[in-house]
Nanobody, 126 residues
């Protein structure tokens, strides 16, 4: 079955960087649309970045220019490079997958995705 396992979270100071990884198994990773989402306590889940099977990307306005999503199909791994972290980036970050095309304007919508990882916590202090 599809499994997604995130890693790379931690506690950092404002302005520092982290790289999150999402190891995928149980399906043809290269064919799937993938996304990163985050949820802070008391807030709704937010789409952060998404990447299609063709490598096209989409970002939330709040992270554009600071975060970069990428995928390594040979390693079945999704990444999120996060630079210039801010306290408002503090949240649980989860990766998600869907085995079919997602229209670009829908790629940051959580309901479009069928499979989810457990998440990794990112905490940014000022």
């Amino acid at each position: 079955q599809v499994q997604l396992v995130e890693s790379g979270g931690g506690s950092v100071q404002s302005g520092e960087s982290l790289r999150l990884s999402c190891a995928a198994s149980g399906y043809t990773f290269s064919a799937y649309s993938m996304g990163w989402f985050r949820q802070a306590p008391g807030k709704e889940r937010e789409g952060v970045a998404a990447i299609g099977s063709d490598g096209s990307t989409r970002y939330a306005t709040s992270v554009k220019g600071r975060f970069t999503i990428s995928r390594d199909n040979a390693k079945n791994t999704l990444y999120l490079q996060m630079n210039g972290l801010k306290p408002e980036d503090t949240a649980m970050y989860s990766c998600a997958a869907r085995g079919s095309y997602i229209w670009p304007e829908r790629r940051l919508t959580g309901n479009e995705y069928a499979y989810w990882g457990q998440g990794t916590q990112v905490t940014v202090s000022s």
